[in-house]
């Protein structure tokens, strides 16, 4: 189960990584087809314990990834409202 979720943060992770301009829509659009994924296994296998776990730690991801990109855009803001020295 714990590989199940190093797979889903490293499935959603690593593309943003790649992609900085768009991390957000990427991490959103890496999550759903995971998540289709994850469900179509665990419906052929019957392994929904470690789909499971994966949905948590890929929700835990995207989460990670919106604030961080919220904390960017604040911080890009503030910097334009400042006065130059």
């Known amino acids: 189960m714990m590989c ?3 797979a889903a943060a490293g499935f959603i992770a690593l593309p943003v990584k790649v992609a900085p301009a768009f991390h957000v ?6 999550f759903i087809v995971g998540g289709l994924l994850t469900v179509e296994l ?5 392994l929904w314990a470690p789909a499971a776990i994966a949905a ?3 929700v835990v991801t995207l989460g990670a990834i919106i604030s961080s990109a ?6 890009r803001e503030g910097e334009e409202s400042r006065p130059f020295p």
Not at 25 to 30: D, E, I, N, Q, S
Not at 42 to 46: K, S
Request: with cysteine; charged share 25%; hydrophobic share 50%.
């Open 4 to 6: 199940a979720g190093i």
């Open 25 to 30: 829509y990427v991490g959103v659009a890496c």
């Open 42 to 46: 665990a419906m052929a296998g019957d």
């Open 56 to 58: 948590i730690v890929g």
């Open 70 to 75: 919220r904390r960017r855009f604040e911080r």
